[in-house]
C-alpha cells in the first residue's frame, strides 16, 4: 500500500520561508517522478513544482519559478519544497503526490499533471501581509 505524507507547513510572514518535506512508502521511490500541488477553497488544484525520477528535469509553475526548488533528498523515499519569498497567495493546502505525469506540450510547454492516484492529505501553508 502506497502511503505519502507531507509535513512541514505552518504560518509565516510575507517575505518569509518554509520547507516542505514529502516522505514515501509502497512504492520504489527511484522509478516515480515527484510533485507538490496546492488547492485553495473553491479553486482548481494546481501544480507547484514537479521533478523527475532522476531528479535532472523540473517543472514550476510561473507563479513560483525562482522563489520555491523542489528536490529529491539524499535520504532515502523523500522529496523537499524550499520555499523562499513567500507571498500571502502562496496561501494553500500543499500536497504532494506520487507519480505525477512531468511532460511537454506542443500547446503549453512543460506542464505537470496531476493524473495519480497517490497524494498525501495535505499540509497548511498560510502567509500573512
Request: net charge neutral.
Amino acid at each position: 500500500q502506497v502511503q505519502v505524507a507531507e509535513s512541514g507547513g505552518g504560518l509565516v510572514q510575507a517575505g518569509g520561508s518554509l520547507r516542505l518535506s514529502c516522505t514515501v512508502s509502497g512504492l520504489t521511490f527511484g522509478d516515480y517522478a515527484m510533485g507538490w500541488f496546492r488547492q485553495v477553497p473553491g479553486k482548481e488544484r494546481e501544480a507547484v513544482a514537479c521533478i523527475d525520477s532522476i531528479g535532472i528535469n523540473t517543472y514550476y509553475a510561473k507563479s513560483v519559478k525562482d522563489r520555491f526548488t523542489i528536490a529529491r533528498g539524499a535520504a532515502k523515499n523523500m522529496m523537499y519544497l524550499q520555499m523562499n519569498g513567500l507571498k500571502p497567495e502562496d496561501t494553500a493546502m500543499y500536497h504532494c503526490a506520487a507519480d505525477p505525469i512531468l511532460r511537454v506540450s506542443e500547446r503549453r510547454g512543460k506542464e505537470c499533471v496531476d493524473d495519480t492516484s497517490y497524494w498525501g492529505q495535505g499540509t497548511q501553508v498560510t502567509v500573512s501581509s
